[in-house]
Each structure stands twice: as C-alpha cells, then as structure tokens.
C-alpha cells in the first residue's frame, strides 16, 4: 500500500512564496505521474501543475509563471513551489499519485490528505 503525504502549507501574505512537498512511500514513486490539485469546498477538484516519469510538466493557465513542479525521485518527494501568492490561490493542495499506465494495474491510484494554504494579509 502507498501513502502520499503533503505538507508545507500555511498562512502567508499576497506576494509570499511557499514550497509544498509531497513524499511517497514504496518503490513506484519513481514510476509514477505527480499531480497537484486544489479543491475549494463546494467546487470540483482543478488541476495545479503535474510531471510525469520522464519530467515533463503541466500547469493550469492561472499558476503558469508563477508555480513550479519538480520531483526528486531519490527522496520520493515531489514539490510545488508557489511564488508571488495571492489571495484566491486560497484551498486546500492534494498529492496524487498515478501509475496505472506505466504499471499497467488501476491500482496504482492514490491521493494524499490534502495541506491548507491560506493567502491573506
């Protein structure tokens, strides 16, 4: 069984920067696309950025230039960096973890608990 766990998250004035992590357990991290969603309660989950095995990146159009996805595949940890915040980048951040193509399995599916971040001054 995989756990993903995010953390980084936090209360931070218009204009700061936070760096999420997301650390995975087991052997298929590596294997793996990592995705980072938002969800305000009460509207459907948004795709922030992803990066796949091979290290090519997506980004919503609303974080491009701002947000930068990477992962390190020696700690199992991938990280949003988030800079130049602003109040509706306010939500709660998930982890997700798919390998189900790469693996061949639907089973390879997992999500994290998900790491507040608040803009506000």
């Known amino acids: 069984q995989v756990q993903v766990v995010e953390s980084g998250g936090g209360l931070v004035q218009p204009g700061g920067s936070l760096r999420l992590s997301c650390v995975a357990s087991?052997?298929?991290?590596?294997?793996?696309?990592m995705t980072w969603y938002r969800r305000f309660p009460g509207h459907a989950r948004e795709l922030v950025a992803s990066?796949?095995?091979?290290?090519?990146?997506t980004y919503s159009q609303a974080m491009a230039g701002r947000f930068t996805i990477s992962r390190d595949n020696a700690r199992n940890t991938v990280y949003l960096q988030m800079n130049n915040l602003k109040p509706e980048d306010t939500d709660v951040y998930y982890c997700?973890?798919?390998?189900?193509?790469?693996?061949?399995?639907?089973?390879?599916?997992?999500w994290g608990q998900g790491t507040q971040v608040t803009v506000s001054s």
């Open positions: 087991g052997s298929i991290f590596s294997s793996a696309v």
């Open positions: 997700n973890l798919d390998a189900r193509a790469q693996l061949g399995s639907s089973n390879y599916y997992y």
């Open positions: 990066i796949t095995d091979s290290g090519a990146t």
